[in-house]
């Protein structure tokens, strides 16, 4: 098993997060962490991307809306990038997050639509 990474940079306001890898019971915690410390305050929001991810359960889906939650609170959009092609679209249809207003297929099409929020 490939652990998660995250790898964030600043782009024109934005934090884009690339997650790839797996996230699971071992290590949901850990990837959550970075993804909310790699969002400065000063940012306008995050794009989380999970076009390389290639496996998540369930604790791994739970921090990541966790991520999100803490995220708005701190009054920062957040949205979540995952092609129709990804291993895990299937698992966001089950669960109904691919009908989510935060979800889109590209980093691009997650990233105007938070420019146009604000």
Do not use: G
């Given at each position: 098993m490939e652990?998660?990474?995250?790898?964030?940079?600043l782009e024109d306001g934005l934090v884009i997060a690339r997650l790839s890898g797996e996230i699971d019971l071992?290590?949901?915690?850990?990837?959550?962490?970075r993804l909310f410390r790699a969002v400065p305050h000063t940012a306008q929001g995050v794009v989380i991307d999970l076009?390389?991810?290639?496996?998540i359960?369930?604790?791994g889906v739970y921090v990541l809306l966790q991520v999100l939650e803490r995220l708005g609170i701190r009054q920062q959009e957040a949205r979540l990038v995952l092609p129709d092609e990804s291993p895990l679209f299937r698992l966001f249809t089950i669960l109904s997050i691919d009908k989510s207003p935060g979800l889109h297929r590209t980093v691009q099409q997650a990233a105007e639509r938070i420019r146009t929020q604000s």
């Open positions: 652990l998660a990474r995250v790898a964030a940079s071992t290590n949901a915690a850990e990837i959550a962490d076009s390389d991810l290639r496996y359960d369930s604790r």
